[in-house]
């Protein structure tokens, strides 16, 4: 990786870091399901998603990837914080609220990717 290419990748991460942490910082329970991580989740999706298409359309060059994609949506979305929820859930025995954690984290997530890409491309086809 070239110095520049790091720079990209850093401050994207830093960026998207800093954003999960301000809204992950107040817990916001709902009837004991994690809204929090759920949050961010569902928003660096949707983020990559309209990204994809923005990449494409535009033709960016690959440290734009680097800084939005895996830095930024990487470090605002957050794979560890999903599974401690589940697993806390799991340990409590809330297994119905693990099951609406698990299919919240993933299914919003998978829809507001293709949510983004559907936007961004409604867009650029007009």
Do not use: H
């Not at 998207?16 to 910082?25: A, S």
């Amino acid at each position: 990786m070239k110095g520049l290419e790091f720079v990209f990748l850093a401050a994207g991460s830093v960026l998207g870091g800093f954003l999960r942490y301000k809204i992950t910082e107040s817990p916001l329970i709902f009837n004991t399901l994690p809204l929090n991580v759920l949050i961010v989740n569902v928003i660096g999706a949707f983020i990559l998603g309209a990204f994809i298409v923005v990449s494409q359309q535009w033709n960016l060059d690959g440290r734009y990837s680097l800084f939005a994609a895996v830095g930024f949506c990487g470090s605002l979305t957050t794979m560890s914080s999903f599974a401690l929820d589940s697993s806390n859930l799991l340990e409590n025995n809330q297994y119905g609220i693990l099951v609406a954690n698990i299919l919240a984290n993933v299914g919003l997530s998978i829809g507001a990717l293709i949510g983004g890409k559907s936007l961004m491309s409604a867009i650029f086809s007009n």
